[in-house]
């Protein structure tokens, strides 16, 4: 049986007072779950949050991590540095960082590779735009995206990171995949995984990410392959994203 995961992505939200509020709040709403519970919060807030969070059940990520280890690479964030306020997650190729800030299948793959190195779990974001879904090219852009991890880091690696299948069309929009349209992309993840190593197709975590909200979250999270979300809008609010929580 997979463990449940749901992960909230605060994006560039937010203020040092708001952040320490919002964890607080979090952390007073979890009760007792045998799900896991993360916030990827933005860098400045880690080291406050990592207080906050310290000795409770919320894990803490970043939203990006450097590709490179260390040296002259200006205004980057390495893998160790996050390692120092108790990162255990890092998102890795989110869409916003594909489509604005040129993040590429090869330095996503590497970005994977530095976090798991300090022992910080990848969350590798996937998914295909609108354009691209009605070109039928959903599975080709995920095999992509998946193929420059798997060329880089192995298919063994995969047994200490996170997958998040997150539709661009449906990120922000107020349009969520349905039920059956994410359960049929995180099937299709498992599958190809599961070709190259069973067991680990059987253990990893797919979240869904893209308008997941309260109302929506308990049909998502009811499919069989998907094990989570990642939460954008929806996280800024504490007992919105406890409802979340709470509904897997
Ligand atoms: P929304 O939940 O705001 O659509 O964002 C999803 C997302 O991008 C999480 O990483």
Same mark, same amino acid.
Do not use: H, V
């Given at each position: 049986m997979r463990r449940s995961l749901v992960v909230g992505n605060? =994006?560039?939200?937010?203020?040092l007072a708001s952040a320490e509020m919002l964890a607080k709040g979090i952390i007073a709403g979890?009760?007792?779950?045998?799900a896991d519970i993360a916030v990827c919060v933005p860098y400045v807030y880690l080291p406050r949050v990592s207080e906050v969070v310290k000795g409770s059940q919320l894990g803490l990520g970043s939203q990006n991590i450097a590709? =490179?280890?260390?040296?002259?690479?200006?205004?980057e964030i390495s893998a160790s540095m996050l390692k120092e306020f108790d990162c255990q997650y890092a998102l890795v190729g989110h869409s916003e960082r594909r489509s604005?800030?040129?993040?590429?299948n090869e330095s996503v793959a590497a970005r994977y590779c530095q976090a798991q190195e300090q022992n910080i779990t990848p969350i590798l974001c996937v998914g295909e735009t609108l354009e691209q879904r009605e070109l039928d090219q959903t599975f080709q852009v995920i095999n992509e995206q998946l193929d420059a991890v798997i060329n880089l880091?192995?298919?063994?690696?995969?047994? =200490?990171a996170v997958i998040a299948y997150e539709p661009v069309w449906a990120i922000g929009t107020g349009k969520t995949a349905s039920d059956e349209q994410a359960q049929e992309v995180h099937h299709y993840i498992r599958q190809y995984i599961a070709a190259k190593d069973q067991t680990i197709a059987d253990k990893i975590q797919i979240l869904y990410g893209g308008s997941a909200k309260p109302e929506n979250a308990q049909g998502l999270f009811a499919?069989?392959?998907?094990?989570?979300g990642l939460i954008g809008?929806?996280?800024?609010?504490a007992e919105s994203f406890l409802k979340i929580f709470h509904s897997i």
């Open positions: 605060w =994006k560039m939200n937010g203020t979890l009760g007792a779950s045998d590709d =490179k280890s260390s040296g002259a690479f200006t205004g604005y800030y040129g993040d590429t880091a192995g298919i063994s690696s995969f047994n =200490k499919m069989p392959d998907i094990d989570g809008g929806a996280s800024l609010d």
